[in-house]
């Protein structure tokens, strides 16, 4: 089982702004209107089983709470204002939940199954999705049961030093990196960022440093300094690429999340894989009549 040490210095939380009241306000109310129509809702179970949230947090349960689609999210879905500012399923997400979430703080593997649960409280849990077979490159239609993908779990042999917090030893330099898993705030930061940056260097010759800026928001500390200067020029100065490709594959090993897989058998050459990748696409949320 991953190990938590309770001792690990713990960043105050950012104060809310007007608008982040403002939706909170309007979520609990909608909330009280779910709560008192006995309108049907279903509790989700989380990939992460709540043990990256901090005590205190509601999704330390590991479950959260979700209502049926109604005409009102598809409203939602057919926005093309929300499409276009490419929020439309946060949106669709935080309309269905009923419980008293803070969405910023959600990993995005457990998004990623709130995801999958609002498709299947709206359209069902079959989904019927075209993958090209890797052998032959022959497009097969496949059928998926969403209610039954499987989880990917936190290994129990990964070093937790705090809730959503890791160690992990560069097997090159041998420092020792702690760094938290990516949540929908940072994500959303994160691009935020990203649009500025490719605005600025656009025409320039300039490298885009997706990588890099994604790296200084994810790590925590450097053989145990948390200066975010230090941090900023180790990622620019003195990472060697083999160790921060070694730190994101272990990165995506201990997110908890969904994965996207479906056993597969050709129907063209009878090439066979047990678990095929396969990746959602616009009938996902949009489903043909």
Known sequence: MSTIDE????????????????????QNMQRQEIKSSNFPTEMISLPSKGLVYPEGSFLRSGTVEMKYMTAREEDILTSQN???????????????????????????????????????????????VTVTCPECANKNQIHINLAELPEQTIPENSIM???GVF?????????????????????NQITKDLQITKKSIKGTGNVDRELTTRLKYLIVSVDENFDRKYIEN???NEFFAMDSKAL??????????????????????????????????????????
């Open 234 to 236: 180790f990622v620019d």
């Open 248 to 289: 994101r594959t272990y990165m995506k090993s201990v997110s908890p999340d969904l994965k996207f897989q479906k056993s597969f058998v050709c129907n063209e050459c009878n090439y066979e894989e047990e678990a095929l990748e396969f990746v959602v696409d616009t009938n996902f949320f949009w489903p043909k009549s």
């Open 82 to 128: 929300l499409i276009k500012q490419g929020i439309v399923l946060d949106t669709l997400m935080k309309s269905m939940i009923v419980s008293p979430i803070n969405f910023n703080e959600l990993v995005i593997g457990d998004k990623n199954a709130l995801m999958i649960a609002a498709r299947v409280l709206g359209y069902g849990k079959d989904y019927s």
């Open 161 to 163: 030093i705090t809730p």
């Open 167 to 187: 160690e992990f030893t560069l097997p090159q330099s041998k420092r020792i990196i702690n760094f938290k898993l990516m949540n929908t705030g940072i994500n």
């Open 7 to 26: 001792n690990y210095p713990k960043k105050s939380g950012t104060e809310l702004s007007d608008e982040q009241v403002k939706q909170l306000a309007i």
